[in-house]
């Protein structure tokens, strides 16, 4: 695999890190008027998301990693893997473990596109919209009429997700979901 | 296309000129003559953490290498030897690779001499300066081993590498790196001791192996220190003096151990400034030298963060 030197850091880099695949997300030179330069690099480790800083000496080179991002279709889950495919008519799968996975699969829904991190064609995470329609699967009956007032209840989605939504949503409803913070945003019935 | 436009917001280039005028002023009530020495020569600072930019000359006269000058030090320093009195440059400086928010390869430097002065003496005349020309009054001053003491709790000038390095590990990571005293110093004071500082501080008395052109004295504790000085403004490097190395042989083996370190860490070599070891012979004045960054300087006094908003057309523009 090629090197990158600190000349050529750059934000969306993506090096190996002590064997991990980890994305630049900041550069900055650091030069002394008498001294050694350096690169402080802000870098996000892309499979446990942990952000951190190293330093280099400039004229340092690392690794570069084999990381690429890529729109999948989720197909199913067979408990213990994931099974996404790609969107480019070559219909190839792969299958993403826990690990990858993580917090994604609370916002699985068969057909929707995700972003999947491949490091050396494994599947390393995913990533889903920022917004998912789901359907509610179990709550409390709804309310009705009360569109207006204010008042939560818990309600499970079709991906297993737990969310706060308002008094009037019933099971069979369509919700609009921001994945970022798992707050409801409305109801998208056909 | 709007990329044939300047760099610099338009009321930065009012503030330059603005602050142009006041640094002549500044010089011209303390008798300090203004000249000019050549951009283009040469010899060129043989630092190992400065690159120069070389020209080349096919020209039938002049047929050879010259560089960009990183500062005007040498060829001032020829004047002084020569008994110009006190002098001041306001010129551009040239270094190779330094590109950042904070850095243009192509600047404009404000050097000064003052000879029969003392590195303490000519850090007031940097405050007096500053004080003149932004609304700066009363700066701190503490010696490199006060800071670090403060900030850190240990002597810079007396911490064992393995210590310092332990120490450095807890505060950055650097990963499988080798480096030198030296470097975890400087990372330690750029990433720990300075922003801890106050907004506007100067720092004098260095360790030694950080000298460059700076004379070496033993201070009021009887440890070997580099009469040198930096000014940090807003976490910027703005001002570094020196009370000038004046000695012509520890010149000569200063140029010497840059020559050997340039070789072993593939670096280009540059001729030695033969004409400055002569000069120096012949007899610096004892005296003392500042170099400050005037495009920093109108940076502070715009209120900006980045050079290139008071640079006219930033390198990469041109």
């Known amino acids: ?190 | 296309m709007d990329n044939w436009k300047p760099t610099a917001q338009l009321e930065s280039l009012q503030i330059r000129a603005e602050l142009l005028i006041k640094i002549r002023q500044f010089f011209f009530e303390r008798n300090v003559l203004e000249v000019e020495t050549p951009l283009l020569a040469r010899t060129t600072a043989t630092d190992v953490h400065i690159q120069s930019l070389e020209v080349l000359s096919v020209d039938s006269v002049l047929d050879t290498k010259f560089y960009l000058q990183t500062s005007p030090e040498f060829a001032m320093k020829r004047m002084l030897s020569a008994g110009s009195g006190a002098i001041y440059q306001i010129c551009k400086a040239f270094r190779q690779g330094e590109v950042s928010k904070i850095h243009n390869p192509e600047f404009t430097m404000l050097e000064w001499y003052q000879p029969g002065y003392s590195q303490s003496d000519l850090i007031d005349e940097v405050e007096s300066l500053i004080s003149a020309v932004l609304p700066i009054q009363a700066i701190p001053k503490l010696s490199y081993r006060e800071v670090f003491q403060q900030q850190l709790g240990f002597d810079p000038h007396n911490i064992s590498f393995k210590k310092l390095n332990s120490f450095a590990a807890e505060h950055i990571d650097v990963g499988a790196q080798q480096l030198s005293q030296t470097d975890l110093l400087q990372l330690l004071m750029d990433a720990i001791v300075v922003p801890h500082l106050p907004k506007n501080i100067f720092v004098y008395d260095f360790p030694v192996d950080q000298c460059a052109l700076a004379a070496i004295k033993k201070d009021s504790d009887g440890q070997e220190v580099a009469k040198r000085f930096e000014l940090f403004c807003s976490g910027m490097e703005l001002a570094n003096g020196y009370y000038e190395l004046t000695d012509s042989n520890e010149q000569e083996s200063r140029f010497e151990a840059d020559k050997n370190k340039r070789q072993e860490l593939g670096l280009p070599e540059y001729p030695l400034d033969s004409k400055l070891i002569a000069a120096l012979d012949y007899g610096l004045p004892n005296c003392a030298g500042v170099a400050l960054g005037v495009d920093r300087l109108c940076m502070l006094a715009a209120g900006y963060t980045e050079i290139s908003k008071v640079i006219s057309f930033t390198t990469d523009k041109t």
């Open chain 1, 1 to 190: 695999m090629a090197n990158y030197s600190t000349s050529e850091f750059k934000g969306g880099l993506k090096v190996l890190i002590d064997a991990e695949p980890c994305s630049i997300l900041e550069n900055e030179i650091v030069k002394p008027g008498k001294g050694q330069a350096f690169n402080r690099v802000k870098l996000r480790n892309l499979k446990n998301g942990r952000v951190w800083e190293r330093t280099y000496k400039s004229g340092e080179s690392v690794e570069a990693a084999d990381v690429l991002e890529t729109d999948m279709e989720y197909l199913y889950s067979d408990g213990e893997f994931w099974h996404f495919m790609k969107t480019d008519d070559s219909y190839e799968q792969i299958a993403a473990d826990a690990n990858a996975i993580t917090d994604a699969k609370n916002w699985l829904k068969e057909q929707d596109i995700y972003t999947v991190v491949l490091w050396n064609d494994a599947p390393i995470s995913v990533t889903p919209p920022n917004f998912v329609e789901l359907e509610v699967t179990d709550t409390d009956p709804g309310l009705k009429g009360d569109t207006a007032q204010g008042g939560t209840k818990p309600a499970t989605l079709s991906s297993g997700a737990v969310v706060k939504v308002p008094l009037f949503v019933n099971i069979g409803d369509v919700l609009k979901v921001d994945t970022r913070t798992g707050e409801y945003q409305n109801r998208a019935n056909k």
